[in-house]
């Protein structure tokens, strides 16, 4: 029977990790290991600096007192026996998107980047919305894209990360990432001792991505799919960084060419 490990950063008492383990029986065995607490914009964080606990509810489900990150970490490590290992992971459905950059600091991204560098194949859902979540038509699409790569695979190393517009599917883009277009609000406050402290948000500005971005697609109503790794390598630029030692060699040839040589008496 295939298995299922389910995560997500919004906690175990999520609606939309509820959601998502209830579609996930449909393919098999689930098994959910998930934060304790709502652990958004976690990112990809290791917790070194503290022990962690972990609590089992029953035969399926733990939660850890730490990041998405920790749950996969520990879930392949520790909490699953050798015949339950899973054959694939899927984080989320998570309570907004995570388009464009914020995929960098996304807990929800995270767990199934951490399960593909273990060499689980990782999944991550994100409805796009800010209110009213109905998990419904992303738990159902869930359920497809899961079962289309257990039987198809996915390129070494590769992760999934799917964004969903609220309401029944039209169609699937797979894009690239795009750009937040948003720039940080920072708000100061004091609180009852008279201690400043702060809180961070941000302001969206005007959404000017481009046609084959994950912010397009999802604007136009289509379900986007961009796939990722954990190499964040810009091969691009490995030329042009390159070229940078060549410069400085040559640069050296040439103060060595003006510099006179000293006579010895």
Known sequence: MTKI???NDDGIHSDGLVRLEEAMRELGEVFVVAPASEMSGASHSLTLARPLRIRQIDGHHWTVDGTPTDC???A?????APEQVPDICVSGINQGGNLGEDASYSGTVAG????TILGIPGLAFSLVATENFDFAHAARF???AVRRVLREGLPEGTLLNIN???G?????RVTTQGIKNATPVITEHVDPRGKPYYWIGQKILQDNNADGTDYYAVRQGFVSVTPMRADMT???ALAEIAAWGDADADDAQAHAEETPALEHA
Not at 112 to 115: N, R, S, T, V
């Open 164 to 166: 969903l517009p609220p």
């Open 76 to 80: 392949l490590n520790k909490i699953l």
């Open 234 to 236: 810009n091969h691009n």
């Open 142 to 144: 869930a359920v497809e």
């Open 112 to 115: 199934a980047l951490e399960a």
């Open 72 to 74: 996969v970490t520990l």
């Open 168 to 172: 029944e599917v039209r169609g699937v």
């Open 5 to 7: 490990l389910v995560t």
